[in-house]
């Protein structure tokens, strides 16, 4: 992967990462149309660079993640992704066997757009404006949720802030808290595929290891900082257009590229 290609990865992530499009199923996307989709430098550098995409909501929620007083919000995030930790721990192996097959993924990208279009009128009687009424089994239900984007293609953002919606969180709230909910979240993976992975089989080679070889460190870098920068960009447009319009839009962009995508790798790959 040359740096044209891992910043494009990266464009893609940061502008992915917090809609309800699958951050993973483009990326995937991205690097199968470049034929890199298969390189472990490449696998880990799509899951790794998310790091830069949790640095956009703390920096642009800086006064709540900073707020040392308030104890239960770092609690309720604790218990929101403990079902995450356990479950992506369990099944990690599976998940990472779909990741080198987009037709299956583009499949889940259309289905998942036909539930967004829908979504609205099953949950249209929200009460909760403010992360501070998440209770702590509020959270741990959201938590769930949000492990229904294990499956590549179905989206952590769309699973979390449906799942909120379901707890009666309104849709910019539910957006919100899905927001703080990446930061663990997408840590833990991070500092997982890093440090702690094994993604060379027989070999045991660490993704630490894989970094220091050739240029993949200032790749990564590069890729971090840029998934940063057009995340901060993604999260304020994405807050606007959900709040006034709801998830159709995102529905009909779901089912839209889906289908051109699983044509494409069904007819021509």
């Not at 369990?90 to 829908?118: H, Q, R, S, W, Y």
């Not at 089994?137 to 294990?150: D, E, R, S, V, Y």
């Not at 953002?157 to 309104?170: D, E, P, V």
């Amino acid at each position: 992967m040359d740096l044209i290609k891992a910043i494009i990865i990266a464009i893609v992530e940061g502008l992915t990462e917090y809609l309800p499009v699958s951050s993973t199923a483009h990326m995937i996307f991205t690097s199968s149309i470049f034929g890199i989709q298969e390189d472990e430098f490449v696998k880990m550098f799509q899951v790794s660079i998310q790091f830069g995409a949790i640095l956009a909501v703390v920096f642009l929620y800086w006064k709540k993640f900073f707020d040392f007083s308030n104890l239960r919000f770092y609690l309720k995030l604790a218990v929101a992704v403990l079902p995450a930790l356990v479950l992506g721990k369990l099944f990690d192996d599976k998940i990472e066997a779909v990741l080198g097959d987009p037709i299956p993924i583009a499949i889940v990208l259309i289905v998942g757009g036909v539930i967004l279009l829908f979504i609205d009128r099953f949950f249209n009687h929200q009460t909760i404006d403010d992360e501070k009424e998440v209770t702590y089994k509020k959270a741990f239900i959201i938590g769930i949720w949000q492990c229904l984007a294990m499956m590549p293609g179905t989206s952590r953002s769309a699973a979390s802030i449906i799942g909120g919606m379901q707890q009666k969180l309104t849709r910019r709230a539910a957006a919100e808290f899905s927001f703080f909910l990446a930061v663990p979240t997408m840590l833990a993976v991070t500092v997982y595929s890093v440090f702690l992975k094994d993604w060379k089989v027989g070999t045991g080679e660490k993704g630490y290891e894989i970094l220091m070889q050739d240029d993949h460190l200032q790749l990564f870098l590069i890729g971090n900082v840029v998934a940063f920068v057009v995340a901060v960009i993604a999260i304020r447009f994405f807050i606007g257009v959900l709040t006034r319009y709801g998830f159709k839009p995102w529905g009909w962009y779901r089912i839209i590229v889906g289908i051109i995508l699983l044509v494409y790798f069904s007819c021509f790959q």
